[in-house]
């Protein structure tokens, strides 16, 4: 309880009922030492995949501090038996999320983490840091949704930083039309809401006829639109933002299509220990080397070995071209280096998944595996 109580009193200058802004980070000097969830170790006959052991890395390598710390003013960081202790006593985790409350991500937080305590973040970086540098326990953040894709963003930062997945949670998103008492359809001209969810309502809002406006996210829309007592202007966001902000529901489920589900990522600073006892899913990223057939071949070591892939999303590796000029392109680099983010059905606690693993290590120029972590294999 020492522990809990110290951690505490760090934290007592943000106030959580408001998003933690960068500025705020910024003001905390705390870093977390890198250290991977996994690596493979050759040895004379085979290649083993071991975990690495993050009890002793902690104890090593606790923190880095500024120089104008006292290093007796910065709180040993929780293992994760001590937050699993404080969690069965009646503590609730800190879980940040993007947006301000009534967004889906804090909807998304609670249901991964029942009676846990939301933080809203201003931006998906401002959540990742903020576990990083303890502020909070864990962040629950989207990756994809089922009919605007990916989320690229994350799956950057995901790169840039270094945190585990270690659980995934499924939401359907039901969004309605909002407006202020008094305020009905005819009346409105425009609708404000995050870029995706305009366009999962496409068909609705251009049969309503109104003009569409960005926002950052869909709760600060609905909180926009309540604050300034706008009349001629709605927003689209969930039932919860217009309980929170005094908005009426004018319309419900007005998303093109009622399978619209979203896929959160949870993250903490810690992996967990992946098992075979239940459905598990391992996240990577890799890169090769560019020539005919090398995606083919990276591919095929879960092929040969049955292990089903569920996801392949690639991205360009950031600040980074390789100097090699093809003529007739003007100039133009020829090809970028490209990251490959997969997702494949098995824990890496199975043999099939660290011998695959192993196989990709031979020839694949970099390797990471973000996490191993079970399958949420319920209902959104």
């Known amino acids: ?64 501090f500024d120089s104008k710390d006292s290093p ?97 949670v499924k939401l359907a998103i039901r969004h309605c039309l909002l407006a202020n008492h008094g305020v009905i359809v005819e009346d409105l001209k425009r609708v404000l809401s995050h870029p995706q969810a305009l366009a999962q309502c496409e068909t609705t809002l251009t049969g309503l006829g109104l ?36 908005l009426d529901i004018i319309a419900e489920d007005i998303q093109d299509d009622s399978d619209n589900v979203t896929r959160f990522l949870m993250l903490a600073r810690e992996p967990i220990i992946p098992g075979t006892d239940k459905p598990f899913k391992t996240s990577i990223v890799f890169s090769l080397e560019e020539g005919p057939g090398m995606l083919f071949k990276a591919l095929a070591v879960f092929a040969m070995r049955n292990v089903n892939l569920t996801k392949i999303e690639s991205r360009p590796l950031q600040k980074q071209t390789l100097p090699t000029l093809d003529d007739s392109a003007n100039g133009f680099p020829k090809y970028f280096p490209y990251l490959f983010y997969v997702d494949f059905e098995a824990s890496m606690a199975d043999q099939r998944a660290q011998n695959a693993l192993g196989h990709l290590k031979e020839f694949a120029t970099f390797l990471r595996v973000l996490g191993s972590y079970p399958t949420d294999t319920g209902l959104p």
Request: charged content about 25%; glycine content about 4%; overall charge positive.
């Open 1 to 64: 309880m020492m522990i809990a109580l110290k951690h505490k009193v760090q934290l007592r200058d943000f106030d959580f009922r408001k998003p933690i802004t960068a500025a705020q980070l910024s003001q905390r000097r705390l870093k977390i030492p890198f250290h991977a969830c996994y690596r493979i170790t050759n040895s004379k006959n085979n290649k083993k995949f071991q975990a690495i052991e993050l009890q002793k890395l902690m104890q090593d390598y606790p923190y880095e």
């Open 72 to 168: 007796t003013s910065l709180p040993r960081p929780l293992t994760s038996a001590q937050l699993s202790n404080l969690t069965s006593e009646g503590s609730r985790l800190r879980v940040a999320y993007q947006g301000v409350r009534g967004a889906y991500s804090e909807s998304a937080a609670e249901k991964a983490y029942p009676n846990c305590e939301p933080v809203p973040c201003e931006q998906f970086d401002t959540a990742f840091e903020a576990v990083e540098k303890w502020l909070v326990d864990r962040a629950v953040l989207p990756i994809e949704n089922s009919l605007g894709g990916s989320i690229h963003r994350n799956y950057d930062l995901l790169l840039r930083h270094r945190l585990h997945i270690v659980g995934e």
């Open 211 to 246: 003009v569409r406006e960005a926002v950052d996210d869909t709760a600060g829309a609905a909180k926009h639109v309540a604050f300034h007592k706008l009349k001629d202007a709605g927003a689209v966001a969930s039932k919860t933002a217009a309980r929170i902000y005094g």
